[in-house]
């Protein structure tokens, strides 16, 4: 999957994307400001969670469940991360062991720790309202 959209089009894209994704674990690459959490709330939205997505920049992670409780997706934002002991610390591999959809943003802070079939998605800033996705499947 590759393609260019426009930022009012990111609900179709985030259903494409879970549709075309092997499996749960989507690490999403891109420049500050790209729109990786956008992405990650139109995802969430898509799942049909109870919840707006937002950023977890601070806690590090945001929990997005369903309307039974059932955990639906987990979004992680390692900006912040100084090593990735703070993410086992957190319990990571736990997350990593869930039926959950997982959203990982800066997945390079702790790429010791992610499985290989993980999902890389690519941003690309193109214009002030224009994005490029890529899809790079192991």
């Known amino acids: 999957m590759k393609r260019t959209f426009q930022l009012n ?4 894209v ?5 549709h075309k ?6 690490c999403l690459y891109g420049d500050m400001g790209v729109g990786k959490t956008t992405l ?4 969430v939205k898509e799942l049909g969670a109870v919840d707006v997505a937002n950023s977890p920049t601070f806690g590090l992670v945001n929990e997005y469940y369903d309307e039974n ?3 639906l997706a987990y979004h992680f934002d390692f900006y912040r991360l100084n090593d990735e002991m703070e993410a086992l610390d957190m319990g990571f591999e ?4 869930s039926d959950a959809w997982l959203f990982i943003e800066w997945p390079d802070k702790i790429s010791s720790l992610l499985p290989e079939d993980a999902v890389r998605v690519f941003l690309q800033f193109i214009e002030e309202n224009t994005r490029s996705i890529e899809l790079n499947v192991s």
């Not at 985030?14 to 879970?18: C, D, N, V, Y």
């Not at 994704?21 to 989507?26: D, Q, R, S, T």
């Open 14 to 18: 985030a259903k494409e994307l879970l």
């Open 21 to 26: 994704a092997p499996n749960k674990i989507l």
């Open 69 to 71: 409780d059932m955990p």
């Open 40 to 43: 990650v709330k139109a995802l």
């Open 9 to 12: 089009g990111i609900q179709e």
């Open 94 to 97: 736990d997350y990593l062991s």
